[in-house]
């Protein structure tokens, strides 16, 4: 099976260890040394429509990837692994 970047946006990712969709797959990780795909990035939720910015990326490394099927990608993906972004300096502190 063939699949280009195009089709790859309009799968939607799922969890197998928890059954949760963790969301659609918005951009890859290409090593191009190798030209071998490394991750798959799904970009946070927004908080507040944007307004707020945006919950941390899930990056999914290809290893982790169980299966690409028609219309969904299963992924064997721990939360506690997720990389951490750096802390942004806010405007409200309660926010």
Known sequence: MTCRLCELRNKEVVNVNTGCLIGCVDDLEVDTRNAAVRA???????KLFGILGRKDDFI?????????????????????????SPKKRRFFKFF
């Open 40 to 46: 798959l990035i799904i970009y946070g939720r927004l």
């Open 60 to 84: 999914i490394p290809w290893e982790n990837i169980k299966l690409i099927g028609e219309d969904i990608i299963l992924v064997d993906f721990c939360s506690d692994n997720r990389p951490k």
